[in-house]
């Protein structure tokens, strides 16, 4: 019998309770043995489930019970959830968390306690919901040298990019009616600034290069300055704006970072991916382009891929999995001054000297004109970065908003 | 150190004996131990590659070598890959296979010999190439019922449908235009009329249900009789035809499994996929509809797939995976009466009559109807299939040609 406590009864940890209660048959059957979830520890009573027995208020009991081998911890936030899952790891018990937070922040401190300690810690449902992604990453593509790593990782940022895509819906109404879908947080800062695309994107970079990428070291900006006229620009070029984070090997042992919103072609996978959906594009060296996609949230594929990893640490109590990374350093994510193609939206009072500037600066591309709004847009040549916003600072323009595309 | 045989030094054999003998620094830092090929079986000579010495003719040398404890079957064909990988198996050693022919054919056997002799038996590159997939399904999916299983896992007739559909070439141009690329073989059978997808499917259903599948059990229906005027319809009706592989959890502990052109509509995640790429949508309970994409052959990501297999053994030399299935039955595969919608396609001489029958039966449906070419084309309500079947039969047409759809 392998004993399993639970942190947090919220969304993800009530999920994670029916599953392997309720569904005890199946979860016995995949491990061959028999999984039983002996604590939730939760600050509240739930006196109306069949299993109301089991909660406890005091971390402690868990800690000091030698006979719980994993911990699933699904309470968010930093602390205590830092310290709640260092102390179960020092004590030898395998942890499993569905906390991005606390990954992007903790995660190659909390590998290497897992690593001395001989156990396991797992967190496949902090990227992308029900997913597979950081498993298959780290077994699948073991052969490989990951070369990059394209995502759309928030589902609320998607959802509503969409409803301005298809419906034509302004931001401020697209956020609202998310939030009214139960999508969006009352703050939605999170999302909407890219914070929680961004602290995904740091795990995934980890994994797949090997070194801790922090939060703050990642290029952010989220999608609250995308108008309803870039959309429609964006398909008059044949292209989506979707939230796009990225990760890419650099030369001499570092990798560039960003989450940004970006012009999709419509040809790319990734256009495809509508409403609250997430996808992940792993770019390596001898697979090519592989895409993992599905539903990035929600309670039960959450829960689904946190028991997943409980299951997988029951069935290996005294081995480990691939899953590791090194500390990083100040130095590891630089800029990186690559050729790429940019959307390039001016607008001025005088509008023809916006036009006579741009046709001068980027006279070879296909330049949309709106003598009306006094506006131009148009996507550049590949030229490097550097070059391109030179141009763009030789327009005679009063706005400029530049984007990045997947070109 | 970690002894590993190689069985086939063709196009998959030559990428793994790259990988693990060029690349070796990678495959050590992710085994933690040191790997190393001691011998390649092939009837041929290489005496130019830097490591010739390590071939051999004798597959005995493998089989009597307790040293080598990985052995992977890149050969192809069923025997004598059965005999060998089963040998092997039972004298203790992991084995790993690219050979889906083998493992739709053989799989629950062999994969019950590797569990009483506690070894490893390894098929990821057997299904979509480069795709991980099996791993996934197994261990990410483990909290899940799958419900159903969807793909496209055929490159050769993706590619041509994907010509048909964009360039407008006929059938016969298209499948040449493979062939001189080398996505076709020269004898097509295999591809073309679906025999190839079966296997996949077949292998995919008994990881994700739980009993062997075997190959005459799945209804399957090649590409062959795909025209351009279908092709013209189903784009009238925002569709775009793929041959879709298929199997679905039915009741009583029933599957049924089918391999067929269907017409895919383009909101639908499958319809994005173009050229030789495969993906698979599985729907867990839990989880949802999840997409794999990818490379589905080729030389280098097909020996990813087999180098991370024999990684993955040469890490867990004494434990197993989850990977296994049970023998199946003859009355397991069913054909289930369900409500579907269809893309019907008639012609006659007397259009007239042809138009009146459709109308009477279809009446609730659009109908192409195309006077010249004296012939319709519809895509049904959602009604039990035999209901729809009896209906095709009542029109007035010299020719009938139905197809499912992912409607």
Redesign the interface.
């Known amino acids: 019998m392998v004993n399993v406590a639970l942190i947090g009864h919220g969304v993800v940890g009530s ?1 994670v309770a029916e ?1 392997l209660i309720n ?1 005890n048959a ?2 016995n059957e ?1 491990i061959k043995d028999e999984l039983y979830v002996k604590y939730i520890l939760d600050l509240r009573d739930f006196p109306d489930l069949p299993y109301s027995d089991r909660f406890i208020k005091d971390f402690n009991r868990i800690l000091e019970d030698d006979s719980v081998r994993v911990v699933a911890e699904m309470m968010g936030g930093l602390h205590p959830a830092y310290e709640f899952s260092k102390q179960c790891l020092l004590a030898g018990k395998s942890v499993v968390t569905s906390n991005k937070e606390l990954v992007a922040a903790k995660g190659a401190e909390l590998l290497e306690i897992a690593r001395e300690k001989n156990v396991n810690y797992l967190f ?1 449902a902090s990227v992308g919901g ?3 992604i950081l ?2 990453m780290a ?7 990951i070369e990059s790593i394209t995502g759309i990782l928030n589902g609320t940022t998607n959802f509503i990019l969409n409803k301005m895509i298809v419906d034509n819906m302004s931001f401020e109404n697209a956020l609202k009616l998310a939030q009214d879908n139960g999508y969006a947080e009352k703050d939605p800062t999170a999302d909407i600034e890219g914070h929680d695309a961004c602290r995904k994107i740091c795990i995934l970079a980890a994994l797949g290069f090997g070194k801790h990428v922090y939060p703050d070291q990642v290029s952010t900006e989220g999608i609250s300055s995308i108008t309803l006229g870039d959309v429609e620009y964006a398909d008059r070029f044949n292209c989506v704006i979707k939230l796009i984070a990225q990760a890419c090997r650099e030369d001499d042992g570092h990798i560039s970072a960003t989450v940004r919103p970006t012009l999709v072609p419509r ?1 790319h ?1 990734l ?4 409403g609250v959906f997430n ?1 992940i594009v792993v770019n ?1 060296d ?10 990035g949230a ?1 309670k ?2 959450t ?3 946190v ?2 990893d409980i ?2 640490c029951a ?2 109590l005294t ?1 480990r999995k ?1 899953l590791s990374w090194t500390d990083g350093s100040d130095d590891y994510v630089i800029t990186p001054d690559k050729a790429c193609r940019l959307y390039v939206y001016a607008k001025a009072e005088d509008y023809d000297a916006l036009c006579k500037s741009a046709d001068s600066a980027f006279g070879n591309c296909t330049v949309i004109k709106n003598e009306y709004s006094k506006e131009i847009a148009l996507i550049t040549a590949n030229e490097p970065e550097s070059t391109l916003r030179e141009k763009c600072a030789a327009l005679c323009a009063d706005t400029v908003k530049i984007l990045h595309t997947l070109y």
Chains 1, 2 share one sequence.
């Open positions: 999920g599953i569904d199946l979860v995949k496949e029900g997913i597979p498993r298959p077994q699948c593509l073991a052969a490989n040298h040809e996978i256009s495809g991916v509508h996808a390596g001898k697979t090519g382009d592989l895409m993992f996609y599905g539903k929600g039960m594929a829960a689904s891929a028991s997943a299951l997988d069935k290996h081995s691939y």
